[in-house]
């Protein structure tokens, strides 16, 4: 399935997305389309021939729960809505807690990293064929950014991607800015990974800028692409010809002018790092022979032939639309008594960590977990004024830092639509804002959003406030 080049298409820059020459396809943020009718833009685009992906943020694959019903219906739906011929998803957990750990259910708000461990692996491979059978179409998976890694790992990055296709039949999606940002924050070699991985199974490529601050590098998908991140691209494109590569921007938009240069030298990338005409070295083969290294290598599996092993990835799966059951390569073995459990503790111990303010679990860098809880109130701060712009504009200056004091006690529980509306009642409870005129807008606000429900304690208060200030 050849897909070409292609950009990340948002709401702010549609017009843009559109005027721009050159651009076989574009890539939506599911959770951001409705089931049943799309944005007009991408209609049109639909019908000028342009591809149109689904990129799912939410589903969380890598957690400890089995994949939503729900959302993985509505997933299916979009794709089916889109004609797309796959969809794609992340390899990461986005929320903790629940029934596996009988405590309060946490959502990060953000793709945190699964551990490279055995545990964590058999979940997520079940947790990929769960959704591959919900699925109309193929799947694809992206490795994320990372700004912490989990003690006692047992694979590494490309091991472990190596042995979820060949489990799986999974495809790939390759983001190389991940890859350049886990090099500076994780020190982890972007070629030994792209050796290691297998790179037949790539179904498509990510690049998108970042920022490095104080030695830690930020995906913030708002600033241009670097040199550093096309010298992946680079590295990528010296071993495989991947079927497509997709630009991603997600804030920041600049003028299409600039998104078409920035293309142009994702295209000039790649054409200079062709490797020349003619037979090349067996890279697939290099990996299935090259064995684990380090002290700590595991052991090849008997059940998926090795970590490094590459037999499922050249069956990744056909690109039509007749589902995605046909990408695997083999019948695994369910997952073992207790995994889920010790996955569900480990993933729920780090996530109230960065969220509740718990203490950090054994082994981890306690100032990387420290840049990470930053990291995920600040994002969750510009989501909320995204999806609620009404209250930075009511609170002004104050927003984010009223905002950021509500985070450090109050962790998400839901989507930031209701975060939202928990953070306006959370400023009305407790007196603010201080100018009348805005309490009042806050109030009404609020108000009107919260829906005909049994009236709460914050309820009852907040709607005395609102009959003081009527008075008034």
């Known amino acids: 399935m050849e897909l070409g080049m292609g950009i990340g298409w948002r709401p702010e820059i549609a017009a843009e997305v559109e005027a721009l020459s050159g651009v076989d396809w574009v890539e939506a943020v599911a959770e951001n389309l409705c089931d049943d009718h799309l944005p007009g833009s991408l209609a049109r685009l639909r019908e000028r021939g342009v591809t149109v992906v689904p990129h799912g943020v939410a589903l969380g694959l890598g957690g400890a729960d089995r994949p939503d019903p729900g959302r993985l219906a509505a997933l299916a739906a979009r794709a089916e809505l889109l004609g797309s011929p796959l969809v794609t998803e992340h390899i990461a957990f986005v929320r903790a807690g629940g029934p596996l750990t009988a405590s309060p259910r946490l959502e990060a708000g953000h793709l945190l990293p699964v551990p490279r461990t055995r545990d964590a692996l058999d979940v997520l491979c079940e947790n990929v064929r769960i959704a591959q059978d919900s699925l109309p179409v193929p799947l694809a998976l992206e490795n994320i950014a ?8 047992e694979l590494t990055e490309g091991q472990f991607l190596a042995e979820l296709v060949e489990r799986t039949g999974v495809r790939l999606l390759i983001d190389v ?31 998108a800028g970042g920022v490095e601050k104080n030695g830690v590098w930020h995906d913030t998908h708002a600033h241009p692409v670097s040199p550093p991140v096309l010298d992946v691209l680079a590295e990528l494109r010296s071993r495989v010809d991947p079927p497509g590569v997709l630009l991603e921007r997600d804030d920041a938009f600049p003028p299409g002018a600039e998104l078409a240069g920035e293309l142009d030298a994702i295209r000039a990338t790649l054409r200079k790092a062709a490797p020349p005409a003619g037979p090349g070295p067996d890279r697939a083969a290099r990996r299935r022979t090259a064995p684990p290294t380090g002290p700590d290598a595991p052991p090849a599996s008997d059940e998926s032939g090795g970590s490094g092993g590459s037999g499922g990835s050249g069956g990744s799966g056909s690109s039509g639309s007749s589902g995605s059951s046909g990408d695997r390569t083999g019948v695994a073995a369910p997952v073992p008594a207790g995994t889920r459990d010790r996955t569900a503790v480990a993933q729920a111990a780090l996530l109230s960590a960065l969220v509740a303010g718990t203490p950090a679990p054994e082994g981890f860098d306690h100032r990387r977990l420290r840049v990470q809880s930053r990291a995920l109130a600040t994002k969750r701060a510009d989501v909320v004024a995204k999806v609620a712009p009404e209250l930075p504009e009511i609170l002004g200056d104050g927003y984010r830092a009223a905002f950021l004091a509500y985070a450090r006690s109050r962790p998400m529980s839901g989507g930031y639509r209701r975060d939202a509306l928990a953070f306006a009642e959370h400023v009305l409870v407790a007196g603010g804002p201080a100018d009348p005129a805005a309490r009042r807008r806050l109030t009404y606000w609020w108000q009107d959003r919260s829906g005909a429900r049994p009236p709460r304690r914050a309820t009852r208060l907040v709607r005395a406030a609102r009959a003081v200030l009527v008075r008034r």
């Open 177 to 207: 800015a991940n890859l350049h940002t886990n090099h500076v924050n994780l020190g982890q070699d972007p070629a030994k990974a792209l050796d290691e991985l297998p790179v037949e199974a790539i179904a498509y490529v990510h690049v």
């Open 146 to 153: 990372a700004l912490i890694t989990w003690p006692d790992e």
